[in-house]
Structure formats: structure tokens, C-alpha cells
């Protein structure tokens, strides 16, 4: 291990978080006065078991903002603290019946206002507030989430926003003025995104379509290209010189009915008369997205080359598509997450095209604990599975992010039981490869390790691949080769 001497005997290792359930760390507020270097605390509400996600400076003189959130993190407020007197004035408040994951980061503050999204209405909009806490405008409505606050130009009263207006598989950005007045300044398709000089009057615009690779482009504050920055002329050519199948979107009903948006990569001599075994790649988490118009070429394509219909597709609980759509999961994460993985294997299942008998699944971190979850569903389709880092049990995990999508353990014991697939790992079907880096300070290597015991105690033969020394992430490149060879070869033997 480059050189070091080796120990010949555990170590000590502390971890970063609480797991769902236990003690969190008390948190308060401290000014450090540097003349004299002392330390005040700062006499900020917050609940004994609450959180204090941020502290920022706000543009005025002796004014601090500072946000807390309450355990179940279904009230978030905003206090506007002066740091001299130690006096906190409430200035916002945003609650909900499930959960407040308001973008921290994403709060700006001017001189007279400051801005906040919010999903109060039902989908993710922009707010305007005035410096005393008093709503001033609701920016941006309609059927479609704002997805990330770009900036204001508070000389002109301009505000910039990325949103996806088209459709939750694309995003766009906007301009929106003082009196609610939108401009959509981005001229592309796709996925397009910016970000604006100081004084908003250029952007540097990044846009991507499933099919094109990213372009890097100079604009002015109107939309209009004025200079290109890379066009991927390199990467275009290389893609050119190869055979391969482009994705195409398609849609699959969940078992609710609700359409779920996916795309799917065939093999670039696809013969209709001819039948495939399908990989379904998926990630499957609280508002993130695999399904997008955006280039991305990865494994997928040589798992293509390799003879397999390659599909994503994103269920119930993903972003883009308003709160209530991602918060159909509150309170049983993996329960129609897994649902809605087994309902597209059997919609392809029905295709001509698709051998039915042959349907893997992978994922990792959460889609390693969605794989899991589909693969011990006594209605399981799959005859094998990947899962990489995943979550066997939430009892296990971070307690802020778990407890956000389901309450403690002692609150939700049917949630967590339901969605633990350590609870019923006897009932696994199909061949299963388990992966983990051991030093994963993230999803805790002894849930891998936990499913591996149950496993062997219920007699059921799979495959395991550790990593001694890799995080979370399996970084470096001959990590890297290794583990994808490794979940290669695994599907080409098993489907």
C-alpha cells in the first residue's frame, strides 16, 4: 500500500453522522470578537435536536442570517441575528405536512429583499421577500419546478432562473422581472444552464441534448451567442468514427397508472426479430433524475455492444415533476420506488424484442437499495442484479437525510421494516452480485456486510465483490476498471 508499513491490527475509525433514531449533536450559534478573542453564543431558537443548516451574511451591517430546521425537518425558519447584541427576529417560516427541503444555498440577499424558493404551491417556485420578512412577490408560478436560482441583478430588478417549463426532462433558463414578467433567454433544446457575470449582463451557457454533446457558449443577457467556448469538436468526431445505437425516450404506466418517463439504448445492430436481455439502470432517489435530454455516454453503451437493451427510467419519487410526485414516497422510501422498477421489466417483457427470461437490474447507493428492495419483492423479475454501496436498512443510515423521507424509526417502524431489504433478504431471487468499499464513511460498509450474513444464514448462494481501502465513490482508475469488468462479466455469465 505505497510503501507504508503494514498494521497488523484494526484501527479506530469515527463516522460522520448519527445513524436514524439516535442522539444528534446539539448545535449553537457563536460570534468570535477578534479585538478581544472571545466567543459569545448567540441566542438563536432552535430545538435540542434541530439543525442549524446555514449562516450567511446578509448585505446589510450587523445582520447575520441563520436557518434551523426541526428534527423531522417539516418547519424551517429564518432568523435575522444581530451579532453585537445577540438578538435573533424570526423572518420566515416554511412548514409542510411531510417534509421542507428548501435549496439553502440558493437564498440571496440584497440591501431591501431576499429571494426563496419554495414548494408551497405544489411545484418549486421563486419568492420575493422584503427585508423585514414580508412577502413581496411570488416571481414564477405554473405546473413545473423552478430547478436552480442563477442570480439577481438588483440594480434592474432581474431575476435569473433554470426551470423545466418544456417538460421535466428539460430545463431552460429564464429571466423574470419585479412584476412577474418572464423572458425564456435560453435558445437551445435540451438541458441548458448558466452562469452570469457580476453585473448580468453575459452568461456562459452549457446546453446538451440526449443525442448531442455538450456546447459552452458566451451570451449576452438576451440569449444571443456571441462567442462558442468548446463545441466538443474532438468528441463529436471520435463518436462519429464508432457504431452505436442513439437513446430514445419512451414512457411505461406505474402501477398506480401515473406515466414514467425512461429512454432506452438497444445494440447498434438491433434486429427486431431477434430477442435481448434488458439491464435497467437506475438511481431512483428523492428528486433526482437519470432521465433527461442531456448527453451522457457511459457504460451503458458498451453493455450495448455487449448485446443488451439497455433501459432507465425514473418511478414515483424522482424530480422535475412537482412536489406531490416527489413526495409519494414520504414514509416508505424503496417500497414504489421498487414497485415501479418491476412494473417497466414487465412492460418490456411484453415487447416483442425483449427475451423476458433474461432481466437484470443495477444501481448504486440508493439504486444499490432499490435493486435490492426489486430483487427480494416475491413478484420479482429479475434473474440478476447489481448492487453497488447500497442501503440495506435506513435504521442504519444518516439520520438527517433519512429522518427528512421517513420520520425516526420510532415513529415509522412499518415505514423502515417495509423498506428494509435486511428484513427479508431470505425471500432474494435471482443471482445477485453484493459490491462495497470498505472504508465507506457514507452508506456504512457493515449494511453490505449485515445482507451478506443473512444471505449466507438463508442458504442462498450470491456473489461479493470488497474493496479493502475504496470510500463510497470506488475512486481511481484501477478501482474503477476493476469494478466495472467485474459487473460486466457478472451479467454476461448470469443473463
Known amino acids: 500500500?505505497?510503501?507504508?508499513?503494514?498494521v497488523y491490527y484494526p484501527g479506530f475509525r469515527t463516522y460522520r453522522y448519527a445513524s436514524a433514531g439516535d442522539t444528534i449533536s446539539t448545535v449553537t450559534v457563536h460570534v468570535y470578537q477578534l479585538k478581544i478573542r472571545s466567543s459569545r453564543k448567540l441566542s438563536v431558537p432552535v430545538d435540542?435536536?434541530?439543525?442549524?443548516?446555514?449562516?450567511?451574511?446578509?448585505?446589510?451591517?450587523?445582520?447575520?442570517?441563520?436557518?434551523t430546521l426541526n428534527r423531522n425537518q417539516n418547519e424551517f425558519k429564518l432568523f435575522f441575528v444581530n451579532p453585537k447584541s445577540g438578538v435573533a427576529k424570526l423572518i420566515l417560516t416554511d412548514q409542510s405536512d411531510t417534509y421542507v427541503c428548501p435549496d439553502f444555498d440558493e437564498i440571496q440577499f440584497s440591501t431591501n429583499y431576499f429571494t426563496y424558493l419554495s414548494e408551497k404551491d405544489g411545484y418549486r417556485h421563486l419568492y420575493l421577500y422584503n427585508a423585514n420578512g414580508g412577502l413581496r412577490k411570488k416571481l414564477t408560478a405554473g405546473k413545473w419546478d423552478v430547478t436552480k436560482f442563477l442570480g439577481c441583478d438588483t440594480i434592474k430588478g432581474l431575476f435569473y432562473y433554470q426551470a423545466a417549463v418544456e417538460s421535466p426532462m428539460k430545463r431552460s433558463v429564464w429571466q423574470v422581472d419585479l412584476n412577474g414578467k418572464t423572458r425564456r433567454i435560453s435558445t437551445v433544446d435540451g438541458v441548458c444552464d448558466g452562469v452570469f457575470n457580476r453585473n448580468y449582463t453575459l452568461f456562459v451557457q452549457t446546453a446538451s441534448t440526449i443525442k448531442t454533446p455538450k456546447i459552452t457558449t458566451l451570451c449576452n443577457v438576451s440569449g444571443q451567442a456571441l462567442r462558442t467556448i468548446s463545441d466538443n469538436k474532438?468528441?463529436?468526431?471520435?463518436?462519429?468514427?464508432?457504431?452505436?445505437?442513439?437513446?430514445?425516450?419512451?414512457?411505461?404506466?406505474?402501477?398506480?397508472g401515473q406515466i414514467l418517463n425512461g429512454w432506452m439504448l438497444k445494440p447498434a445492430n438491433f434486429d427486431a426479430s431477434k430477442k435481448y436481455p434488458v439491464i435497467q439502470l437506475q438511481y431512483s432517489g428523492p428528486d433526482a433524475q437519470e432521465v433527461l435530454d442531456r448527453f451522457n455516454f457511459d457504460w451503458e453503451y458498451y453493455l450495448a455492444e455487449k448485446g443488451f437493451v439497455v433501459v432507465s427510467?425514473?418511478?414515483r419519487g424522482t424530480g422535475g415533476r412537482g412536489a406531490d410526485f416527489r413526495r409519494l414516497t414520504y414514509g416508505k422510501l424503496g417500497q414504489l420506488e421498487s414497485q415501479?422498477?418491476?412494473?417497466?421489466?414487465?412492460?418490456?417483457?411484453?415487447?416483442?424484442?425483449?427475451?423476458?427470461?433474461r432481466m437484470g437490474i443495477w444501481g448504486w447507493s440508493f439504486g444499490g437499495f432499490i435493486t435490492l428492495m426489486s430483487m427480494t419483492n416475491p413478484d420479482s423479475p429479475f434473474k440478476a442484479g447489481v448492487a453497488v454501496a447500497p442501503v440495506t436498512d435506513y435504521r442504519y443510515y444518516d439520520?438527517?437525510?433519512?429522518?427528512?423521507?421517513?420520520?425516526?424509526?420510532?415513529e415509522n417502524k412499518e415505514g423502515y421494516d417495509a423498506g428494509s431489504p435486511l428484513l427479508r433478504a431470505s425471500q432474494l431471487k435471482g443471482r445477485l452480485l453484493l459490491v462495497h468499499g470498505l472504508a465507506d464513511d457514507n452508506v456504512r460498509a457493515n449494511?453490505?456486510?449485515?445482507?451478506?450474513?443473512?444471505?449466507?444464514?438463508a442458504g442462498i448462494r450470491f456473489d461479493s465483490q470488497f474493496y479493502p481501502i475504496s470510500n463510497h465513490s470506488i475512486l481511481?482508475?484501477?478501482?474503477?476498471?476493476?469494478?466495472?469488468?467485474?459487473?460486466?462479466?457478472?451479467?454476461?455469465?448470469?443473463?
Do not use: C, W
Open 340 to 357: 415501479d422498477q418491476i412494473a417497466v421489466a414487465n412492460y418490456l417483457k411484453k415487447q416483442a424484442y425483449i427475451d423476458g427470461s
Open 48 to 67: 435540542a435536536d434541530g439543525y442549524i443548516p446555514r449562516i450567511r451574511f446578509t448585505r446589510r451591517n450587523n445582520q447575520l442570517a441563520v436557518m
Open 234 to 256: 474532438a468528441l463529436k468526431t471520435r463518436l462519429s468514427e464508432i457504431s452505436y445505437a442513439d437513446k430514445t425516450f419512451f414512457t411505461v404506466p406505474a402501477t398506480d
Open 447 to 457: 449494511q453490505s456486510l449485515d445482507f451478506d450474513e443473512a444471505l449466507i444464514r
Open 476 to 495: 481511481g482508475e484501477t478501482y474503477r476498471r476493476h469494478l466495472y469488468n467485474t459487473k460486466v462479466e457478472f451479467f454476461l455469465k448470469n443473463l
Open 313 to 315: 427510467v425514473d418511478g
Open 1 to 6: 500500500m505505497g510503501g507504508e508499513a503494514p
Open 399 to 410: 439520520a438527517m437525510y433519512t429522518e427528512r423521507y421517513m420520520k425516526t424509526p420510532a
